[in-house]
């Protein structure tokens, strides 16, 4: 498969890690990288590099992940990530498409492909912007909503509502002044429990099934409920 590191490459076993430690010939690097080698790749096009001579210096350098995840099967967000230290923006979406929220919420299928993010992802401090929009994500992390400079989350078309506990979690985000939340199952009460982001200038909840006025908790807030 396109995303495994083959098995033929070789693993020098040197424990020690510094800033000019290759990725890949590292066992315990390797074993970070969950085998999402799209990320290297990433990684190399931005540094102008060989994957191979991708090393922890190269992962702490870089401020920005962006790639379309209907590229990259059954994808998730490895360990490694909280290796990237000035790391500002995430964005692993999927192309934009039509969501039909009148099919049951286990039926839900988008054409992204990232499922899960590790933890990890806590120790990207610097974070600002996340978008994880059009996957089909069955898990995440409650470190990413510790994250105190997250400004900008988009969510949308996750089938978010699956998560359990998700919009409390978010509610830790304070500084967030821009949440995409279109095409997630979520309803009024979800609505109401953000009311406590009091940073929020622009609150995206298109094309969900909410019933009922939401104007008594975003009486500052650029709604879009289309």
Not at 68 to 88: A, E
Not at 117 to 142: A, D, M, Q, R
């Amino acid at each position: 498969e396109e995303n495994k590191i083959e098995t033929d490459i070789t693993i020098k076993y040197n424990n020690k890690i510094t800033d000019e430690t290759k990725i890949l010939e590292n066992e315990q690097l390797v074993q970070e990288l969950e085998e999402q080698i799209w990320l290297l790749e990433v990684v190399a096009s931005k540094q102008s590099k060989e994957v191979s001579e991708i090393t922890i210096k190269d992962l702490k350098d870089i401020r920005e992940v962006s790639i379309n995840s209907t590229s990259i099967n059954n994808s998730v967000i490895p360990k490694i990530i909280g290796r990237f230290k000035s790391l500002k923006s995430i964005k692993v979406n999927g192309d934009e498409s039509s969501c039909n929220l009148y099919y049951p919420l286990n039926t839900f299928q988008t054409n992204g492909n990232l499922v899960r993010i590790s933890k990890e992802i806590g120790k990207c401090i610097n974070l600002e912007e996340v978008n994880f929009s059009f996957n089909n994500l069955k898990y995440l992390p409650k470190e990413l909503f510790r994250i105190e400079n997250i400004t900008k989350l988009n969510l949308s078309s996750t089938a978010l509502k699956r998560i359990d506990g998700i919009t409390s979690e978010i509610c830790n985000l304070t500084n967030l002044t821009h949440l995409y939340l279109s095409s997630t199952y979520i309803d009024i009460n979800d609505v109401k429990s953000l009311a406590f982001l009091e940073n929020l200038q622009v609150l995206d909840i298109a094309s969900n099934m909410i019933v009922g006025d939401i104007k008594e908790v975003c009486d500052n807030i650029k709604v879009s409920e289309k």
